[in-house]
């Protein structure tokens, strides 16, 4: 394993102002070595639990993401995620020169947030050190408005299930219109996650989400995306009902 994690790198995916068409951040996302089984990272996280190693991964990856902070723009943020097995890890390992209202600490929905009490008063204290909080992965896990009300996240980002084919469906769009909504009152910023044609962006923006994120927009890459990135607009009306 630990000839794998000499080998780790981090990809960059811009998450964009779909008004300007602004890059505003990047998510880092762990790789392993191309072409080998440990590419992905699910294997990855999936073998260090059985060798006991989750933590030395879980700090590892936070390393290697804010090392590519460096790549960044000044005005850009870093979205790193945050594993909820590991919440004594620190947000920053090692690093105090890195401005903590750069760094975004995503945390999955998929991953047990409302039972995991050490997690939430880590919450607490990263928020009161100066990191936003996003939830990630909203609406595919099972904690629904429990991890809204319990984690009071800054970013929301609904998971691509909520965005495929949304330009098509009334009833994703009437979910997401009632997100939208709601993020004013919860002082959330709502990003559309998964995003992968002009037409989903174009809903989306029609629904008053500003913030997107999906191979529309960019692909993880090793390269930070160039700003401003050119937002695919159509012509035709935004969202469709044929998927009614």
Known sequence: MSDIVKRLW???????????GQVVAHEA????PQGTQWESPAA??????????????????????????????????????????????????????????????????RQPIL???ALLDQVRRWRANGHSIALDDYGAGYMGVGALLMLEPDLIKLDHIMIAD????????????????????LQATIIAEGLETPEEIACVRAIGIRFGQGYALGRP????????????????????????
């Not at 996302?29 to 392993?32: E, T, Y």
């Not at 993401?65 to 723009?73: G, S, T």
């Not at 090793?222 to 700003?227: E, G, H, K, L, Y």
Request: glycine share 6%.
């Open 44 to 109: 990855l996280f999936h073998a260090a639990n059985q060798l006991g190693h989750r933590d030395v991964l879980e700090a590892t990856a936070r390393k290697l993401a804010l090392d590519r902070l460096k790549d960044l723009p000044a005005y850009q943020k870093l979205f790193i995620n945050v594993d909820a097995w590991s919440p004594d890890i620190p947000a920053m390992p090692g690093r105090t020169d890195i401005p903590p209202e750069r760094v975004v600490l995503e945390l999955s929905e």
């Open 221 to 244: 890459q090793r390269d930070p995306a160039a700003s401003p990135i050119m937002v695919p607009i159509r012509e035709t009306a935004p969202c469709g009902n044929e998927g009614a």
């Open 10 to 20: 981090t990809a960059l995916q811009p998450i964009v102002d779909l008004e300007t």
């Open 115 to 117: 039972d995991n009490p």
């Open 166 to 185: 949304i330009d098509r469906d009334r009833k994703r769009q009437a979910i997401v219109q009632g997100l939208a909504r709601l993020g004013g009152p």
């Open 29 to 32: 996302l762990l790789r392993g």
